[in-house]
Structures are given as structure tokens and as C-alpha cells.
């Protein structure tokens, strides 16, 4: 009976995780499974496996066309390895579902299509390399699919599912948008084609149809204008209102057309997405309370006990404190149980932030309590305490950033400085003697590190130039720039100050972890194009010295770029000659300036329809993929601003006054913030479990800028759904498309 009991704890904590971190994997409930699936969830595990990913992307760095060459033994065996790491990753998942769910699972199946590719294509290259027959690192282009595809990549996948979503709407837009395209290019060819005007380059204007709809591409991206109109416009005047008209149907029109499609799309898609969320989230929640309940009068609950255990199972680093607070929540009455409708929520409480503050004396009240307790002593710490000497420094930091930019050889200057460098250590001397060194120093404290370290980073070089400039005639002013330009960054703080610039920067850390899904899914592209780029053009431009008396050194080493514009923006160095600068090149593409220039003379070497690799980036890279991360910002600043407090953040705020153990953010200054989290001799229970210790122990919620952008979307969801409300089953919530409607009330059958 004791080890059926532990094997439904194991498991509803296996339950209450996933619904913690928004997981959906349909794992074997047996115990074996559930401990080989708790091992598989281990950050070390999930860690490691981000390690070989990128280890096997970044081996194109050392793979002909290498950037730091390495011998191809050496390369393979690190390639075999990584596919042996990803093999028994892909092994430990098959072995906690179910045999008929993995493999029914697309990725899994990519995975080991891509694994089999790769060891295929290393063994014929292998071979052909020992015959000197050059061949094609084929399977290089298959080497993202690892970072799409594992389980711990879900963000990137619904990153792509988003843009497969998207595509039917705008196949439509763009399909109206080459007709657009294609019709004013025939206009181009019958109004310019046959009056044998050129480019300022001597070459024929609007003569080639094509080369007439490539031009017009360009233009629709700015990076030709006005270049491309001048010589119509030179011939005549009346010709500008034909690329004006052009520009305004198509540039500002289509353009917005799709970021308007693309928008509408990513917000429909991305709803449902976390519609499946929230739903998963509560049935595994249900799962894990029918688990563990008993039967209490007419309705079922979790025992006190039962319910620490679970949260130190699925928490072990949360303090006896901390769970204390959150079992105050849940069972509010003190009645010894959880009901179910307080349990469900046991998950949102666990993902809130809740800082326990433990009040410590100042070192200095201990040693010298006399001196540390006078009357001066208490002025000049409530001086710096008190608003008006942050914003004295923050005056202060704004007239060193104005002497930062003046003449550094000006003696003035240079003794400014110092006096600068004086007042900055007084600061930070002061802070420490006005609050707790532990507190300020503490492990969230970030601005109180950056300080520190910045003044007294600067403290130390200006005082080494200085000696050394004395001694050896030696000046080192690059590294003090550097110092003295890191010091200007805080004037972040004087922004962080300001509520309505506070929501601006709010939003953009919220952001930030999905700037890094969007990062990884700019990395997919890029390593997919650079890999095409490499066998396309490598060697086709080279780059040579500016004292270079190599043949052809000006045309980039190819006689075929000769006068071209390549040539003469010096451009050279912007080629696929290896990994890293066929990364720059696409960034380059990226900002779309001057892409053109790119897209022809990489034509010029090799084939005119060599346009079509820059023109699929652009499409790709530009009007697909920038477009969605522009919705989701719109998405990100419209929610950041509609949203106020959760209910469960508020339940926990108002249990934290009642049991006298509050302190409110705006009570407490980032300064005298000691984040230590309790460890397990801190107890917030009294004798009996009842009556809380509260000396020297307060609680407050942290800063809500730990919340992302996906948790604000579907904290909004579960709002919609009452507490009483199961939701639909795992199989239909998998199942849901944006456009289906869901049951408000499903039965206990249809739900189970």
C-alpha cells in the first residue's frame, strides 16, 4: 500500500510539472517510465543536449570551406559522436512514451531520417576523399532539423508551425503581389525599353524584361531608390509618376498588406496554441488530484501532508517557508486539506516568484552600535535613502557622459575624471555603509554588481594607465573609453524610473526568450542558406589587401566584376568563402541595404539566375520571418498593457498582509532587497504548524518581469475558464484547430 501511495505521489509530481512548465508529453505512467521520464526532464539532460546541437552546427566552422580548418578525422569524429549523443536522447524519449505515439510523432521520425542522412553522407564522402574525388557535404543542409525537432525545442516548432500556418494566406497576397510586380515590369519594358536610355553606369536601362523585374524587386525594398528612376526621370519628369504609383501600390500597399495577413495569422494560430496550453495545463492538474485525493464528507480533497510532499517533489529547492505561504493559499480555512478547486491552481502558484526577505542588522550596528546608531550616522542614512540622491547621481552620470564626449586631451578633462572616478567610489561606500552588505550584494542585485564592478573596473585601469603612461610613455585610452562608455549605461536606471518608459522596458525583457525563439529560428535559416551559399559561391570572390599586387586584386579576384558596383563599393570581403562570413553576408541581406549590389555581382561570377538565391532570402528571411516577430511585438506591447494582477498573484499577496509578513514593492527600494531565498532551517510554521514565526522573516512578490509574453496569453485564457471546468481530454485538446469550439461543461466521461 506504502508503495502504491509513493508511485502516485512520483507520478502526480511527473503531472504537476508538466502543467508547471507547459509540457504535453504523453508519457508511460509506470514507475520506471515516470523516473526515466523525470531523468529525461533534468536540465542537465536537456543542457547537454543544446551542447551537442550546437557543437554539430558549429562544426561548419572547421569543415571545408573551413574558418579555423581541422582534419577531417577529427571533424567526423565529432560529427559521429554528436549523432550517437542524439541517438540515445532520441532512445531515452522513445523509452518513457508510448511505441505507437513515438512513432507517429513526426520529429521523432525527422530526427532519425536526418541521423541516417548524415552518417550516409559522412561515409561516402569519407570514401570519395580517399579516392582525391571531391565531393558534397550533402547532409550539412539536414543539421538544424536536431535543433527543431527534439522535444526541448517546442518553441522553436510552433515558431515554424506559425509561419506553415501563415503560408496559405500568403501565397494569395503574394501571388496578387507578383502580378502587381509583373504587370508595371511590362509597363517599364514598352515605356523605357526603346529609347535607348542608360544607367549611370553605361549600361542599358529597362531593356530585359527580366532584369526589368528584378530591378522593380529591389525597388520594392527601397535599397535601389531613387538610383533606378533616375534615368526615366532625367529623360523626363511626367516618368516619375510611374515609380511613384509603383512604390505606393506596391511597397507601402502589398508590403503592409502582408504584415497585416501575417499578423492576423500568427495571433489566430498562436491563440489556439495556448488555448492548448491552458486546457493541457488544467487536465494535468485533474490527472494529478484524482491521483492523490481522498474522500473527505461529500467531496474529495489532498491531505496536508500528502500536498507538502507532492510541492517538495516537484520543488525541492522551495524553502519550508515558502511552501508554508503557498499551503496558507491553498488551504485558507487551515481545515488540514486541499480541496480540488485550490489544488488545480497549484501550478500558477509554483511558477510566481515569492521572495523571502530575511531582515539581517548591518555589521556595523553589531561592532560599533554607539557610532552606527548617532544622530549624524542616522542622517547621512536616511540622506541616502531618501530620492533626491539618486537623482543627484543620476545629474551626475549625465554631465560625465557629456565630458566622455569632449576633447580626452584636454588636461581638464582628464582631471575631471578623476574627480568623477572620487565621486562614484563615495557612492557605492555609502551605499554599503547605509545598508546591509549582504542585502546589497545580493545574488539578484544586478545594478548593485554593475556599479561596483564598473567604478572600480575604471578605478584600476585609469590608475594603470596613469602609472604606466608615467614610467613607460605608455597610454592605453581604448580600454578607459571602453570603461567610461559602460559607466554611461546606467543611464538605463533613469529610464528604469519613469512608469511609462518602465512598461516599454518591461515588454522588452518579457521579449527577450522569445527573441531567442526567434533567434534560433534566424540561426535554422541562416545555417540553411549559408550551407547553400558555401556550395554556390565559394571561391568565386576573394579578398585581397588594399597593397595587394595580386592580378585582379580591385575586381575582388574575378575579371568578371570589373567596373561592377561590387567592385567599387570594395565589397570583396562579403562573400561564402567560409561559415562565418557567409553569416555576415546574410545579416547584410537581413537589413536589406544594398542587397542588390550583393545579389548581381555574386550573379556576375556565376549565373544571371543565381538572383533567385537572394530573392528566396529576402522572401524567407525578410517578409515572412521579420513580419512575425514584428506581430509579436504588436502582441507583446498589447498585452503588456491590458494586463493587471493575476487572481492567484493577488490571493498570495493578500495572505502575505494577513499573516503580518508583507512588504509591498514600492515599501522596499531595489537597494535594500535581500533576495535569499530560505533555506530549509527557516521555517515559517510555529509549534504546531499554526502560528508563524515572523521575526526577521518577510515575503513579497517578485518583480513581474519574470514573465513571459506566452505566460501573459495564456493567463488571459485560463481566465475564461471557471475553476470547476475540467476541460476537454487529452486527445481532443491535441486535436483543436482555431476554428473549433470547445465544451464549457463536458461530463466527467467525455473528460476522463
Not at 231 to 238: E, L, M, T, V
Not at 371 to 393: D, E, I, K, Q
Not at 626 to 642: D, H, M, Q, R, T
Request: hydrophobic residues 50%; aromatic residues 14%; neutral net charge.
Amino acid at each position: 500500500m506504502a508503495e502504491a501511495a509513493a508511485q502516485d505521489l512520483l507520478l502526480a509530481a511527473a503531472f504537476v510539472s508538466d502543467a508547471q512548465y507547459n509540457r504535453n508529453i504523453p508519457f508511460k505512467t509506470s514507475p520506471e517510465a515516470v523516473r526515466l521520464y523525470q531523468l529525461y526532464n533534468h536540465w542537465m539532460m536537456r543542457t547537454a543536449t543544446y551542447f551537442f546541437i550546437f557543437l554539430n552546427l558549429s562544426l561548419a566552422l572547421f569543415e571545408e570551406p573551413a574558418v579555423y580548418p581541422l582534419p577531417f578525422l577529427a571533424t567526423s569524429v565529432l560529427e559521429v559522436l554528436c549523432l550517437l549523443v542524439f541517438l540515445g536522447r532520441l532512445t531515452h524519449f522513445a523509452k518513457v512514451t508510448l511505441h505507437n505515439v513515438f512513432w507517429k510523432d513526426t520529429k521523432n521520425i525527422c530526427i532519425v531520417v536526418a541521423i541516417l542522412l548524415s552518417l550516409t553522407d559522412l561515409a561516402i564522402y569519407g570514401v570519395l576523399r580517399l579516392y582525391d574525388v571531391r565531393s558534397i557535404r550533402w547532409s550539412r543542409i539536414v543539421r538544424p532539423i536536431f535543433l527543431i525537432n527534439f522535444a526541448e525545442s517546442r518553441q522553436i516548432r510552433r515558431a515554424f508551425r506559425s509561419i506553415r500556418n501563415t503560408l496559405p494566406e500568403i501565397t494569395y497576397v503574394f501571388l496578387l503581389f507578383m502580378f502587381s510586380l509583373l504587370m508595371f515590369s511590362l509597363m517599364a519594358l514598352k515605356l523605357f525599353g526603346e529609347r535607348n536610355l542608360q544607367t549611370a553606369e553605361g549600361l542599358p536601362y529597362f531593356r530585359n524584361y527580366l532584369e526589368i523585374v528584378f530591378d522593380l524587386y529591389v525597388l520594392v525594398t527601397t535599397a535601389n531608390s531613387p538610383d533606378v528612376m533616375m534615368p526615366a526621370f532625367d529623360f523626363s519628369s511626367w516618368y516619375a509618376l510611374f515609380f511613384i504609383a509603383f512604390v505606393i501600390i506596391n511597397t507601402y500597399i502589398f508590403m503592409s498588406l502582408f504584415l497585416a495577413v501575417v499578423y492576423n495569422n500568427y495571433k489566430k494560430h498562436l491563440k489556439n496554441e495556448i488555448r492548448k496550453l491552458a486546457y493541457m495545463k488544467r487536465r494535468k492538474m485533474i490527472e494529478a488530484f484524482n491521483l492523490l485525493k481522498e474522500e473527505e464528507g461529500e467531496q474529495f480533497v489532498v491531505r496536508e501532508a500528502r500536498w507538502k510532499q507532492l510541492v517538495k517533489l516537484v520543488a525541492p529547492d522551495t524553502s519550508s517557508s515558502h511552501r508554508e505561504l503557498l499551503l496558507r493559499i491553498s488551504d485558507d480555512e487551515q481545515k488540514g486539506f486541499v480541496d480540488k478547486k485550490s489544488f488545480v491552481q497549484l501550478a500558477d502558484l509554483l511558477n510566481i516568484q515569492v521572495v523571502t526577505l530575511k531582515i539581517r542588522r548591518h555589521p556595523l550596528a553589531c561592532w560599533v552600535p554607539a557610532l552606527y546608531g548617532s544622530a549624524p550616522s542616522r542622517l547621512l542614512r536616511s540622506v541616502v535613502r531618501h530620492r533626491a540622491f539618486v537623482w543627484t547621481y543620476d545629474a551626475i552620470i549625465l554631465i560625465n557622459a557629456i565630458f566622455i564626449a569632449l576633447d580626452e586631451e584636454s588636461p581638464y578633462i582628464s582631471y575631471a575624471e578623476w574627480v568623477f572616478l572620487a565621486v562614484y567610489v563615495l557612492e557605492i561606500l555609502l551605499k554599503v555603509y547605509t545598508y546591509e552588505p549582504r542585502e546589497f550584494f545580493g545574488k539578484t542585485q544586478f545594478w548593485n554588481w554593475f556599479d561596483t564592478l564598473i567604478i572600480f573596473a575604471a578605478l584600476t585601469a585609469t590608475i594603470l594607465n596613469a602609472t604606466l603612461k608615467s614610467t613607460m610613455k605608455y597610454n592605453s585610452q581604448q580600454i578607459l573609453d571602453i570603461v567610461f562608455i559602460l559607466r554611461v549605461l546606467r543611464l538605463i536606471r533613469i529610464v528604469d524610473s519613469i512608469q511609462r518608459f518602465r512598461v516599454i522596458m518591461n515588454t522588452l525583457i518579457n521579449i527577450v526568450p522569445t527573441m531567442l525563439t526567434f533567434g534560433g529560428l534566424t540561426l535554422v535559416v541562416y545555417c540553411v542558406f549559408a550551407i547553400i551559399g558555401m556550395e554556390l559561391f565559394h571561391g568565386k570572390i576573394q579578398y585581397f589587401p588594399a597593397n595587394s599586387n595580386t592580378p585582379h586584386a580591385l575586381e575582388c579576384g574575378n575579371p568578371a566584376l570589373k567596373d561592377s558596383l561590387f567592385a567599387r563599393g570594395k565589397y570583396c570581403k562579403n562573400n561564402f568563402n567560409n561559415f562565418a562570413s557567409s553569416f555576415i553576408v546574410l545579416m547584410e541581406l537581413t537589413v536589406v541595404n544594398q542587397w542588390h549590389v550583393f545579389a548581381n555581382g555574386f550573379a556576375n561570377v556565376t549565373v544571371q539566375p543565381a538572383k533567385l538565391y537572394f530573392i528566396a532570402f529576402h522572401i524567407v528571411m525578410v517578409i515572412i520571418i521579420v513580419n512575425i516577430f514584428v506581430s509579436f511585438i504588436l502582441e507583446a506591447f498589447f498585452v503588456e498593457y491590458s494586463l493587471e494582477k493575476s487572481e492567484v498573484e493577488t490571493a498570495i499577496e493578500q495572505k502575505i498582509q494577513e499573516l503580518g509578513m508583507g512588504v509591498q514593492e514600492d515599501e522596499l527600494r531595489d537597494e535594500q532587497l535581500l533576495d535569499n531565498m530560505e533555506s530549509a532551517e527557516h521555517e515559517l510554521e510555529g509549534e504546531g504548524g499554526t502560528k508563524p514565526q515572523s521575526k526577521g522573516l518577510l515575503f513579497k512578490i517578485a518583480s513581474k518581469r519574470y514573465r513571459t509574453v506566452d505566460a501573459l496569453l495564456q493567463r488571459m485564457f485560463e481566465a475564461e475558464i471557471p475553476l470547476e471546468e475540467e476541460g476537454p481530454s487529452f486527445e481532443e485538446i491535441l486535436n483543436l484547430s482555431p476554428t473549433s469550439a470547445l465544451p464549457r461543461s463536458p461530463s466527467s466521461e467525455s473528460a476522463a
